[in-house]
């Protein structure tokens, strides 16, 4: 679903002034801390109970005892009288979100699912940690997933209408492509992996103008 903080755009505007009193204002674009730059989120809950703010959850508070003189010395420990003991409390309701990054994202798994591997193969997984945890780590790694995501789905129809003519094109992306990039992932050689998946990327396209 489109990304309720950023309306999609995956950037987020921003004004900062520059000296002050004197008004002048720069304009500036962040990415959104929402979606991650992508534009896209998966909704992952809403919740509407939250822990007391009087006793942290806990449902107690301290029970004091007052003296003549004024003076009050914690003696135990009472019921809170918010929640009534339960730590919680009822609030508006807020929903949460997490980017969602398999928007679009088609190329490997389908090359993945046509030679009979699942949609959590370990290959898959592999590359998805990849993206997740290495790549989107960067603004350059955001900016990467996210032309991915907007160039992936013309990619995939050069590669099912290239499949027509070559029944192992998909095989021959895999064995010279897709593994050699796994390999370098589990060496931890991201930046040489990354190469290589672009050079799969313009290799796809090219097959649209070889056809």
Same mark, same amino acid.
């Given at each position: 679903?489109?990304?309720?903080k950023?309306?999609?755009?995956?950037?987020?505007?921003?004004?900062?002034?520059?000296?002050?009193?004197?008004?002048?204002?720069i304009?500036?674009?962040?990415?959104c801390?929402?979606?991650d730059?992508?534009?896209k989120?998966?909704?992952?809950?809403?919740?509407?109970t %939250?822990?007391?703010?009087?006793c942290?959850?806990?449902?107690k508070?301290t029970k004091?005892?007052?003296?003549s003189?004024?003076?009050?010395?914690p003696?135990?420990?009472?019921?809170?009288?918010?929640?009534?003991?339960?730590?919680?409390?009822?609030?508006?309701?807020v929903k949460?979100y997490?980017?969602?990054?398999?928007e679009?994202? %088609?190329?490997s798994?389908?090359i993945?699912?046509?030679?009979?591997?699942?949609?959590?193969c370990?290959?898959l997984?592999?590359?998805r940690? %990849?993206?997740?945890?290495?790549?989107?780590?960067?603004?350059?790694g955001?900016?990467?997933?996210?032309k991915?995501?907007?160039i992936?789905?013309?990619?995939?129809q050069?590669?099912?209408?290239?499949?027509?003519?070559d029944?192992?094109i998909?095989?021959k992306?895999?064995?010279?492509f897709?593994?050699?990039i796994?390999?370098?992932?589990?060496n931890?050689? %991201?930046?040489?992996?990354?190469?290589?998946?672009?050079k799969?990327?313009?290799?796809?396209?090219?097959l649209?103008?070889?056809?």
């Open positions: 679903m489109r990304c309720p950023c309306n999609g755009t995956g950037k987020m505007s921003h004004y900062t002034t520059r000296y002050v009193g004197c008004g002048e204002d304009y500036h674009e962040s990415w801390d929402l979606c730059g992508t534009g989120v998966k909704h992952v809950k809403t919740v509407d %939250f822990d007391c703010p009087t942290y959850g806990s449902g508070t004091y005892k007052k003296y003189t004024g003076r009050e010395v003696c135990g420990e009472k019921t809170c009288p918010k929640c009534y003991g339960s730590g919680k409390v009822k609030g508006k309701p949460y997490k980017p969602d990054y398999n679009g994202c %088609f190329i798994t389908t993945c699912n046509l030679l009979g591997k699942e949609d959590n370990y290959e997984n592999l590359l940690k %990849f993206r997740d945890e290495w790549l989107r780590c960067s603004d350059e955001v900016e990467m997933i996210k991915y995501y907007e992936s789905p013309k990619l995939l050069h590669l099912e209408n290239a499949s027509k003519i029944n192992n998909f095989e992306l895999y064995t010279n897709l593994s050699e796994i390999e370098c992932i589990e931890k050689n %991201f930046n040489k992996g990354l190469i290589k998946y672009q799969m990327l313009s290799y796809i396209e090219m649209k103008l070889n056809k």
